[in-house]
């Protein structure tokens, strides 16, 4: 999704759909540079059985308030589950219910991993065809499928990715058929829910790789220990300072603290496994 985002600017009329959905928070909090290192180091401590991190000061782990409060995405409202129904469509019938919601349909079959599974470059590469043609006169229904195609995006490369990076599951149609029923629904349990799933198969060894909503992880670490916090970036005069979201007040200083990789884990894993304190 970054990718596609980097040097365009959405029109007005899309910034407005995606307000009302309660995701555009996200975009405005941005990209953060993922510190490998520290994510690694803290997963390592991460178990299964507890769903938390085991630490020399004790046990912590992130929590819904920590989802709401660090990324804005709110954890009340109904759960996001399926129709068991949906469960056993077939992968024509996902490509359907795709092209009626946002007029998209990849040619190559093979854009589809498994039955409900698209690659997110099909996505990418359609939004920017129709980035251009977005302009004051567009129907609404134009309005809505980019949207739709954007959050797609969104869920499959930064809320919800797998190990891959590039796929995204087309089950999220369900929810995103009625936009204004989006902020009805507790995005940020589902999010944190994935997350706690991804780190369980990392440490228990059934996936190589960790995935997930691995800023939130970060930006957890930086906020709740007080050797991990970076210095905020002052204040232009008169300016209030950006309470909430915290992740909002960080992603920018973030690209700028660079630490060699070999020192920054040794760093890390020494705070973790004897130097923090309570």
Known sequence: MWD???????????????QDTSFYMILEIGQLQLDWSLNTALI????????????????????????????????????VALPHAMRELTGGQYLDMLQQLTGFRP?????????????LTTI????????????GDTPELHIHRY??????????????PNTSGNLVSLRF????????????????????????????????GT???????????QVWAWERFMQLQLPLPPLAPGVPPPFLP?????????????????????FVAFLLNGFIKP
């Open 147 to 160: 949207t739709r195609l954007l959050l797609l995006l969104m869920f499959g490369g930064v809320l919800f």
């Open 107 to 119: 040619q190559e079959e093979t854009a589809l991993a498994g039955a409900s599974r698209l690659q």
């Open 173 to 204: 149609l369900h929810h995103l058929e009625l936009l204004d029923d989006l902020p009805q629904y507790s995005w940020g349990a589902a999010v944190l829910a994935y997350l706690y799933k991804q780190m369980c198969r990392a440490t228990m």
């Open 4 to 18: 596609f985002l980097k040097g365009k600017i959405l029109h007005p009329r899309v910034v407005r759909c995606m």
């Open 207 to 217: 996936q190589r790789d960790v995935a997930g909503f691995l800023p939130l992880l």
């Open 246 to 266: 915290l992740a909002r007040r960080i992603t920018a200083l973030a690209f700028t603290v660079h630490i060699p990789n070999i020192l920054q884990r040794s």
């Open 124 to 135: 990418r590469d359609h939004l920017e065809v129709l980035h251009p043609s977005i302009t």
């Open 44 to 79: 390592e401590q991460w178990r299964p059985e507890t769903h938390t991190f085991h630490l020399p000061i004790g046990e912590a782990t992130i929590t819904l308030e920590d989802m709401e409060v660090i990324y804005g995405l709110s954890v009340d409202g109904h759960p």
